[in-house]
């Protein structure tokens, strides 16, 4: 399976961003999609996942409220929809293979993609 993920950029506090991870390959040996993100010298962070037979959600709990994940089953891609943004989200982010009993930690995930980044500016 080979996840992509993109729509990163530089936006300025306050702004909405979507980042979408698209999967293709083998996506039957999908169990859930997370999105984590790393920011320059800190650990790879769990933001969000999602099931994929069922669409249920997880957040951190720092996450709940602003960011917002789903999937398009016919696109196979997974969106996390980022609001008020501010300048501590920046960081690369990144989507990962998961599996089920779903998971907030990266040794439970493989297949990333190869990270978009987001700045955000104050």
């Known amino acids: 399976v080979q996840l992509q993920a993109y729509g990163g950029g530089l936006v300025q506090a306050g702004v909405s961003l979507r980042l979408s991870c698209a999967a293709s390959?083998?996506?039957?040996?999908?169990?859930?999609i997370g999105w984590f993100r790393q920011a320059p010298g800190k650990e790879r962070e769990f933001v969000a996942a999602?099931?994929?037979?069922?669409?249920?959600?997880y957040y951190a709990d720092s996450m709940k409220g602003r960011f917002t994940i789903s999937r398009d089953n016919a696109k196979n891609t997974v969106y996390l929809q980022m609001n008020s943004l501010k300048p501590e989200d920046t960081a690369v982010y990144y989507c990962?293979?998961?599996?089920?009993?779903?998971?907030?930690?990266?040794?439970?995930?493989?297949?990333w993609g190869q990270g978009t980044l987001v700045t955000v500016s104050s």
């Open positions: 990962g293979r998961g599996s089920i009993p779903v998971r907030n930690t990266a040794t439970a995930y493989d297949y």
């Open positions: 390959g083998r996506t039957f040996s999908i169990n859930a």
């Open positions: 999602i099931s994929w037979s069922d669409s249920s959600t």
